[in-house]
């Protein structure tokens, strides 16, 4: 049976499956050739689970007896960092090559309860340390946009899965930008959820004060569909909370520019289309104002001392006796120096160096508190922000995709490919990456939205207005 994957939305498949036109088994085995014809070139999946027919054939079960959702049958790729029972879990690092996850993250066993079908786990940034899927110890992804440049990162599995038709959606992680800058650069929708929208349970720590779990789809209602089942409260996170409204208003219409952000590092078909997005809303009925964001220019830089603490403490338990990689030692210390050199690449590396700087004695009040000062500061200006406008509206990368192998010796200019995201994971609010056309070379550009925390609702709302006028 011929399906037309290029066009497929959750709920179109979702219609068809009810309506007895299709089935599970078909539609995995549709991708599962697009897998075979795709993967060995793009690499999104690191692993291509052996039984997804079999789970296939299991949600068409529960279809044929009218106990399906929105969601059974759909199948979806699933980020290296996320842990399903029995199956390996590496967060594309050699340290963890042949872990195997003891229990299920909490979104795995929302989307078990739905009938999802895995089908695999992605590629990715080792520990989740990157903007472009180039520092895993399996390999790079490639674009399938382009297969000379980069899908994003740290995501990029998870992206590239569903831009070249593997997957129908998927799930990535966010600490700053993982997603969005991955959906910008792949042509998808991204969202990232308010800090503790969704639970951390079961996901392989990086910066446990800004990871958050967040769905990759090619429209927003895909995206949609499921955020809304994995968001919640979970009594294995103590940060999760049941706050998501559900109430969205249509009458939200005034959108900040900070204009001021934009002034230097942006390329120029990247403005041109974000000015065009703007004009864009405004014929829409929309109110465009000026706003001035002066702490959020920090934020990235607030970050790259928050994260590098967090991760030199989160992958302090990587010691090569409790988990993976184990190197034999002359004693215990120097069996722990001997796993660890071995088991983290040079990315990993740099940034438990730089936390542990930053943590330690007479350095801490430097930069660890002071970053801290700085992210409530950048935390009260959104709040007083969204007192005047219901969302803040940027481009979500200041570039397109580069070319592989561009930036890896240069981390500044890899890092900077998250300067528009990192107010959204710094103040921990809400944002939406949006497809908003294509450059002179065909590759994807994108717009991303901030709204209020918890309002979620409101940037599925505006998302859908953009599809419509785009
Ligand atoms: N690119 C950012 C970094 O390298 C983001 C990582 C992330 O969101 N997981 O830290």
């Known amino acids: 049976m011929e399906i037309d994957v290029k066009n497929l939305t959750i709920e179109k498949a979702g219609d068809m499956m009810q309506k007895g036109k299709l089935t599970s088994v078909d539609l995995v085995s549709a991708y599962l050739e697009n897998i075979k014809n795709k993967n060995k070139e793009i690499n999104a999946f690191l692993e291509v689970f052996d039984d997804c027919l079999e789970q296939a054939k299991r949600a068409d079960e529960i279809i044929k007896s009218g106990k399906g959702t929105k969601l059974t049958g759909i199948p979806i790729a699933i980020k290296d960092n996320i842990l399903m029972e029995g199956r390996k879990v590496s967060a594309g690092s050699k340290i963890l090559e042949n872990y195997v996850a003891s229990y299920d993250a909490f979104v795995i066993k929302k989307l078990k309860e739905e009938g999802v079908v895995f089908m695999g786990r992605t590629n990715m940034d080792e520990f989740a340390m990157g903007s472009s899927t180039q520092t895993s110890a399996f390999g790079v992804t490639r674009n399938p946009h382009d297969l000379s440049r980069v899908p994003g990162g740290s995501s990029g599995g998870s992206a590239a899965a569903v831009a070249g038709d593997m997957a129908l959606v998927s799930l990535g992680t966010e600490t700053c930008g993982s997603v969005r800058e991955p959906a910008a650069f792949c042509g998808l929708v991204g969202l990232k959820p308010t800090y503790g929208a969704v639970s951390r349970n079961g996901i392989i720590a990086m910066g446990s004060s800004l990871d958050q ?44 520019i900070p204009w001021h952000l934009f002034e230097e590092g942006v390329d120029k078909e990247v403005m041109e289309n974000f000015k065009e997005s703007v004009e864009k809303f405004r014929k829409a009925g929309f109110e465009i104002v000026d706003i001035k964001l002066p702490y959020c220019k920090y934020s990235l830089a607030t970050y790259y001392i928050i994260m590098p603490a967090e991760v030199s403490t989160n992958l302090s338990r990587f010691d090569g006796v409790r988990y993976g990689l184990q190197k034999e030692g002359k004693d215990v210390f120097d069996s722990y120096k001997k796993s660890r050199s071995a088991g983290f690449g040079e990315e990993a590396r740099r940034r438990i160096i730089l936390g542990t700087y930053v943590l330690s004695h007479g350095y801490y009040d430097a930069y660890y508190n002071k970053a801290w000062k700085v992210r409530h500061a950048i935390e009260n200006e959104l709040k007083e922000v969204f007192k005047k406008v219901d969302f803040i509206l940027t481009p979500t990368a200041p570039i397109p995709a580069f070319k592989l192998g561009e930036k890896l010796d240069d981390p500044v200019s890899m890092y900077l490919c998250d300067i528009f995201s990192a107010p959204a994971n710094i103040g921990g609010v809400p944002s939406i990456a949006l497809p908003s056309g294509v450059n002179s070379l065909n590759l994807p550009l994108s717009i991303q939205f901030m709204a209020r925390p918890f309002h979620e609702g409101d940037l599925f709302e505006i998302g859908k207005k953009f599809e419509e006028i785009r």
Do not use: C, Q, W, Y
């Open 213 to 256: 779990v967040a769905p990759f789809g090619k429209t927003v209602r895909d995206a949609e569909i499921v955020f809304e089942t994995i968001a919640g409260k979970d009594e294995m996170d103590s940060t999760s909370v049941d706050l998501v409204s559900k109430n969205f208003s249509s009458k939200r219409k005034t959108i900040g």
